[in-house]
């Protein structure tokens, strides 16, 4: 097992270099990070020239790259559009987006995996199939506009929560916007948990179970829901990833400050430390995510053993 | 799901009939192949019917708009703004006074090209690297799967609004270049999986020991076997490729006006949701029918090219 960890940190190091790489290109490459300082007016030449020189913009871009990542690993990301230092913006929308994601996983867990094994055991019957045509429903329709559309009718409509988020961004207000970060996983779960389970319920060790005349119980919980589980946590884990990106549409939606509210600013104020410095932290997040849940998967089935 | 498409093709070879005698093999009971097998279960489906007609109609009125709608799209009067339905304009007038309706026609065009460029070079690029990369294996393996890590290891979203923001993108082909860019390793990654499965095959084998060329192993041999997952997920894709454009146009990096895109329309009335909420039901409606749809379509292939979920 160690070996095998250590073997895939050293493999996700090309794979961090290369995406950051990718990111860094897009930004410095294919954006202008000077002219965009300057607004919308033309930067004057001599002025232009000597920030370029300052930003090292005249260096190769992989030279330029080797000196982010140096500034990175020594703590500085570089200075955002209004002069804030980029890792103080981060230490503060960090725990938010965190904090976001969090409640976006519960409910995935909570009502995902209930409705699935609820579905799974009543295959074909209607209660299966309503569930079933909602979840194509909401993999259908787009984040946003269930995002606005649940704001609207919870926030404005009836008024059970407030429809925008306060800065500080406590738990109990992120309850809307964490449900519809996690609507479309949420669907994925359920489908994912109805399927592995329908196949388990037809298993042999499962007909063994019902024959030794187990508790029906410990039949589900302890055979059937933990050979089930094994691909949902699986996607659970890699979700992580994904939920921390499709903040930047929660985020806008119920105006939380957190990651992707930040990020939407640097490109909207073509800032490009900010950007590229919560990408590469992002980035990292998913890689460290996918490493995580394939250790996860060693534990949870025992047939899996990295040498 | 390999291994299940043989299960498929020993189905669909009836070697024995039921009373125990080999069933004479001529021209008039041929042994139905995997696809012939598929579309025989499709062919029951009510499901696959519908999702395809919506599909048939909605790329008949991409091309031929003018079929449905008469008005011109862009021909908004701002007295109407935010009206609400009215004889002659039954969905309404949006933000700008345009109307809704004729908008909605005249959306889909943009979504349909961006669904289907997108998956097509997805699918030929996805296909192409996971497939040599699966069949060579060695180090063209390694290379091509450490490059599609990198392209894996940046969240779609996050990518394209990084992406399109410094291209100072905006068309349907900036917008589907980025998904191709992005979006080609998943598809890489099942296309080499389903390589790997088919060229451990008998058939594969025998073709190699008749001297058959790696072109001809895999265009004739590996390629028919290997195409259903690819296939499927393709069809699937092409939905979510639909609403992701959207949605980076809800973030102001998509499509831009005077482009006319659903993903335009809903953005801009899913804001005015407070005061309009007719505005956002129509373009919504379209664009989710139709990732319905598709979704629809590739659940229906799939069941029907794997036998396990029957």
């Known amino acids: ?307 | 799901m390999p291994e299940n498409t043989d299960a498929v093709i020993l189905d669909g070879v009836p070697a024995v009939a039921p009373d125990g005698a080999p069933v004479p093999v001529d021209k008039r009971d041929k042994p139905r192949s995997l696809w012939n097998d598929a579309w025989y279960d499709l062919s029951r489906k009510p499901i696959f019917y519908i999702s395809a007609l919506v599909i048939l109609f909605l790329i008949v009125i991409s091309i031929w708009p003018g079929l449905i709608a008469s008005q011109d799209p862009l021909q908004c009067n701002l007295i109407d703004s935010q009206n609400g339905p009215s004889s002659g304009h039954w969905f309404g007038f949006d933000q700008q006074g345009c109307d809704v309706y004729t908008r909605t026609v005249y959306g889909a065009r943009a979504s349909v090209e961006v669904g289907i460029f997108s998956t097509l070079g997805v699918a030929v690029l996805g296909a192409v690297l996971g497939g040599l990369s699966g069949y060579f294996g060695g180090w063209l393996d390694s290379i091509i799967s450490r490059v599609s890590d990198i392209f894996f290891g940046i969240p779609i979203l996050l990518g394209g609004v990084v992406f399109l923001s410094a291209v100072k993108g905006g068309s349907v082909l900036t917008v589907s270049t980025f998904i191709i860019l992005l979006g080609w390793p998943q598809l890489a990654r099942i296309a080499r999986g389903a390589v790997i499965t088919a060229k451990e095959q008998d058939y594969v084998l025998a073709a190699k020991a008749l001297g058959a060329g790696h072109g001809r192993i895999l265009l004739r041999h590996i390629a028919p076997n290997a195409l259903a997952p690819v296939i499927v997920w393709s069809t699937i894709a092409l939905g979510t490729f639909i609403s992701l454009e959207a949605t980076l146009s809800f973030l102001g990096v998509g499509l831009k006006p005077p482009a006319v895109s659903w993903g335009i329309d809903i953005s801009a009335a899913a804001e005015q949701i407070r005061n309009a909420p007719h505005m956002l039901l129509w373009p919504a409606g379209a664009l989710s029918v139709t990732v319905l749809a598709f979704i629809l379509l590739g659940d229906a292939v799939r069941d029907a090219l794997d036998p396990k979920l029957r």
């Open chain 1, 1 to 307: 097992m160690g070996r095998y960890v250590i073997r895939r940190l050293l493999q996700m190091i090309p794979v961090f270099i290369g995406s950051t790489f990718l990111i860094f290109f897009m930004v410095y490459a294919l954006g202008d990070p000077v002219a965009a300082l300057f607004g919308d007016r033309a930067p004057d030449p001599a002025t232009a020239a000597q920030i370029r020189a300052e930003l090292h913009l005249n260096d190769p871009l992989w030279k330029q790259y080797l000196i982010y990542m140096k500034n990175i690993f020594t703590g500085d990301f570089g200075t955002a559009f209004n002069g804030e230092s980029v890792v103080s913006l981060m230490r503060s929308a960090f725990p938010v987006t965190i904090r976001l994601t969090i409640v976006a996983i519960l409910f995935e867990i909570i009502i995902g995996i209930s409705l699935g094994v609820l579905t799974g055991m009543r295959r074909g019957k209607p209660d299966d199939t309503g569930v079933l045509l909602l979840t194509l429903v909401v993999i259908s329709v787009p984040t946003f506009v269930t995002g606005y559309v649940l704001q609207y009718l919870f926030g404005v409509q009836w008024g059970w929560v407030s429809p925008s988020v306060s800065p500080e961004a406590p738990f109990n207000e992120l309850i809307l916007p964490g449900l519809v970060l996690a609507l479309v996983s949420l669907a994925y779960v359920t489908r994912l948990t109805r399927t592995s389970i329908a196949e388990n319920t037809r298993a042999d060790y499962l007909r063994t179970a019902v024959a030794k005349g187990l508790p029906r119980h410990r039949i589900i919980i302890r055979h059937l829901l933990r050979n089930s589980l094994i691909p949902v946590v699986t996607f659970i884990g890699t979700d992580v990833g994904f939920l921390m990106g499709g903040a930047i549409v929660t985020e806008r939606i119920f105006n939380i400050h957190g990651v992707g509210y930040q990020l939407y600013q640097g490109i909207l104020r073509n800032n490009a430390p900010t950007v590229v410095g919560f990408v590469t932290i992002l980035v990292l997040v998913f890689l460290l995510a996918n490493l995580l849940v394939d250790l996860l998967y060693a534990v949870l089935d025992p047939r899996i053993r990295y040498a």
